[in-house]
């Protein structure tokens, strides 16, 4: 026997497992809300109810278009699991609490280099009041960031007149170690 895993690990196992449910053909991601220890929602990355799915079609649009990591996500068929995890929960809920958030790349069934939420799902995160969101990129050890971070970012890069932070801009260096593809 491998031991207890550590809360983290076990809430990153548990996303893992809620990959599974993705339907991108590239990569799919998981994301579980714990507060309080306890599972508040987790959430897939998918097409919105109703409206079919890529693993369904059995077409990427951002893949037939060569659309690079990280740009174009209005093109995406998929509401990210950060979202989906975000949209089945409630403020009460989120208010404190943590997302866990796993990766997979759909040809390797490996983990994903890059597991840090885009722009967007960060900006959600913040409004959801989430204060840590737990990740472990490929061959990396768990990390935890914190939103709280993400806003200083964010007002820095609006006093300097930028759409978006630096670090997440695709030219930008760090660019290439970090942010979902």
Do not use: F
């Not at 995406?76 to 208010?95: F, G, K, L, P, Y």
């Not at 866990?100 to 885009?118: D, M, S, W």
């Not at 799902?121 to 971070?149: F, K």
């Not at 820095?156 to 030219?171: G, K, T």
């Amino acid at each position: 026997m491998d031991g207890r895993p550590s809360r983290d690990k076990y809430y990153l196992n548990i996303a893992r497992e809620v990959c599974r449910r993705g339907t991108c053909l590239r990569r799919q991601y998981g994301a579980v809300i714990v507060n309080d220890d306890q599972i508040v929602s987790t959430g897939y990355a998918g097409a919105p109810r109703g409206v079919a799915n890529c693993v369904d079609l059995g077409i990427c649009l951002r893949q037939q278009m060569d659309i690079p990591a990280g740009q174009r996500y209005e093109l995406c068929r998929s509401v990210h699991a950060e979202m989906n995890a975000i949209i089945q929960a409630s403020r009460a809920q989120t208010m404190g609490a943590a997302l866990y958030l796993a990766g997979i790349e759909v040809a390797t069934r490996e983990p994903t280099e890059h597991t840090e939420p885009c722009l967007l799902c960060r900006r959600v995160i913040i409004n959801s009041g989430i204060i840590n969101v737990v990740i472990q990129p490929l061959a990396q050890g768990i990390i935890h960031l914190d939103p709280r971070q993400w806003i200083e970012q964010e007002n820095q890069a609006a006093r300097r007149s930028l759409i978006i932070p630096e670090s997440l801009r695709p030219h930008h260096p760090q660019r290439q170690q970090r942010g979902k593809p």
